[in-house]
Nanobody
Framework: QVHLVESGGGLVQAGDSLRLSCTMSSGTFSSYSMAWFRQAPGKERQFVAAISWSRGSTYHADSVKGRFTITRGNGRNTVYLQMNSLKPEDTAVYYC?????????????????WGQGTQVTVSS
């Protein structure tokens, strides 16, 4: 059973940076596309970024493009989300997701596994 554990969230001020990490236990990490979604209070879950299993192609939501960057370290079974120039509207619980030999896109239904989430709060 694949298990995903996120870390790196916290309380920061607008304009600050954070790096989220998500580590996969068991499974062959390089066979999974990985993604980050987020959910703010009272709102639906929203796609943030994805990276494919095959060529490491990345895809970022327009709302974070140029500020957030998704990368992966296959040797560490870990996917990262570097978040720069944070805004109060980035406040949400951030979830890591994994899709076996598919995914790499913004459709949450393509992802098989979800982490427990990590809180990111950006104050103005």
């Amino acid at each position: 059973q694949v298990h995903l554990v996120e870390s790196g969230g916290g309380l920061v001020q607008a304009g600050d940076s954070l790096r989220l990490s998500c580590t996969m236990s068991s499974g062959t990490f390089s066979s999974y596309s990985m993604a980050w979604f987020r959910q703010a209070p009272g709102k639906e879950r929203q796609f943030v970024a994805a990276i494919s299993w095959s060529r490491g192609s990345t895809y970022h939501a327009d709302s974070v493009k140029g500020r957030f960057t998704i990368t992966r370290g296959n040797g560490r079974n870990t996917v990262y989300l570097q978040m720069n120039s944070l805004k109060p509207e980035d406040t949400a619980v951030y979830y890591c997701n994994a899709a076996y030999y598919q995914g790499g896109d913004s459709d949450s239904q393509n992802y098989d596994y979800w982490g427990q989430g990590t809180q990111v709060t950006v104050s103005s």
